[in-house]
């Protein structure tokens, strides 16, 4: 029967689990790794509360599977796995500016020049302490 198979395949890799106890701890950054590329092959900026959802999820698998080891070793591995994509989620809604809806034209800008990047169509410049004759309100960015 295919449960009689999944049980001794479930067998097996506890066994192997078991004997590898020592190094259990170097998986670690590995899965943190694995849900940060996860967050960064995604096609779309998933939503701030799906990282932390995902993670609540992994525990409660974990804390339901405390008494069978393979179990409780994949949801630890899954929690990894969760952590390190919620961290990549948080940083980057951390981190996100604010992006133009549309247009805004020819905007006269004073400041201080931080920095200036080439790109491989024309600039990027960072600006600081920046003042500009507004236009109106409803039209400049935030």
């Given at each position: ?78 929690s ?34 931080v ?7 024309g ?20």
């Amino acid at each position: 029967m295919l449960g009689d198979e999944a049980g001794a395949a479930l067998g097996g890799i506890a066994r192997l689990l078991l004997a590898e106890r020592e190094r259990w701890v170097l998986w670690l950054p590995a899965a943190l790794g694995g849900g940060i590329a996860l967050y960064f092959g995604l096609p779309i900026e998933p939503p701030r509360w799906i990282g932390p959802l995902i993670l609540l999820a992994a525990i409660a698998a974990g804390i339901a599977l405390r008494r069978h080891l393979a179990g409780l070793c994949a949801a630890i591995g899954f929690s990894a796995v969760a952590l390190g994509f919620t961290v990549a989620v948080e940083r980057a809604h951390d981190v996100a500016a604010p992006v133009l809806a549309r247009p805004s034209g020819v905007i006269e800008l004073q400041g201080r020049v931080v920095e200036v990047e080439p790109l491989e169509r024309g600039h990027r410049v960072v600006l600081d302490a920046l003042a500009f004759a507004p236009r109106r309100a409803a039209e400049l960015p935030a």
